[in-house]
């Protein structure tokens, strides 16, 4: 266990992966311990007992006006902006330390989301993207966006998958409207070639993560089990970053419409 209070020790190995591949999986990131009380927290956000407004809790998938039994993604958006207290949490401070080893010191929280696939969603898929195609461009593209588990992921519950080195590509990939209109369904999907691409699953247990960059090519099959998946994200990009984006009027938050691109 490499864990520590707010410490999580990478490898050289484990750095050079990251910059290689544009994505890491750390095991054993968080004890059962330490899991359960975000766990807590997390179902009290999924069950509505705390407030999130309008498009901040929403169904990834589909419509904004669906009815929330349909939901097939669970979405809220910004959970440490609408429980304060979920800020400075174990998973923050051990996320933080493990972005200063990639990247330096002046990085800072970005967003946090949590993201949930009730059993036995098929349709509940994150079509592929780089996240980069969703947000303003900006001069450092530096990014660490983590992905911890709150469930064991594999490829039936519709654990996330990369393509290998897309971080790395000249150019952004081209992405689509999957409806054709962003007012009623945000999602974009990117091209993926599986005869060219090299696709890799995230296959984990619970209390791991993957970390990945921003221009990574990623996404998520629906899912098929009996058992839930679902995840917390925390998206860390330098100080300098953030400042520019919150200028440009962009929150991260699906409320507001310069945030258009969220």
């Known amino acids: 266990m490499r864990a520590r209070d707010n410490d999580y020790a990478l490898t050289p190995a484990e ?28 179902m009290r956000f999924l069950r509505r007992e705390i407030p999130v407004p309008d498009r901040d809790y929403c169904d990834m998938t589909g419509d904004y006006e ?38 330096g010191d002046d990085f800072a929280i970005d967003y946090d989301q949590f993201v949930a696939k009730p ?7 994150f079509h592929w993207h780089q996240d980069l195609g969703y947000w303003p461009i900006t001069d450092d593209t530096r990014t660490a966006s983590f992905w911890l588990a709150l469930d064991d992921v594999a490829d039936d519950n519709g654990c996330v998958r990369f393509v290998d080195g ?33 696709i890799r699953s995230a296959v984990m247990p619970r209390g791991s993560v993957t970390v990945h960059h921003e ?36 929150t991260h938050s699906h409320n507001d419409s310069s945030s258009v691109l969220t």
Not at 119 to 125: E, N
Not at 167 to 172: C, N, R, S, T, V
Not at 228 to 238: D, I, T
């Open 15 to 42: 750095i050079a992966a990251f910059h290689r591949d544009g994505w890491l999986t750390l095991r054993g990131f968080l004890s059962e311990e330490e899991l359960q009380p975000l766990e807590a927290t997390y």
């Open 66 to 103: 669906k009815a929330i039994e349909d939901f097939a993604i669970l979405n809220v958006m910004l959970p440490r902006q609408y429980l304060p207290s979920l800020q400075g949490n174990v998973y923050e401070r051990r996320a933080a330390h493990v972005t200063r080893q990639l990247w």
């Open 119 to 125: 059993p036995s969603k098929a349709d509940a898929v």
């Open 166 to 198: 897309s971080h790395q590509e000249a150019e952004l990939r081209e992405h689509l409207p999957l409806q054709g209109d962003r007012g009623t369904n945000h999602t974009l999907v990117a091209s993926v070639d599986p005869d060219r691409d090299r």
């Open 215 to 250: 221009r990574t090519v990623h996404g998520s099959a629906g899912n098929q089990s009996e058992r839930w998946r679902r995840g917390y994200v925390l998206a860390f990009r330098s100080e300098q970053t953030i400042a520019e984006e919150r200028r440009l009027g962009f």
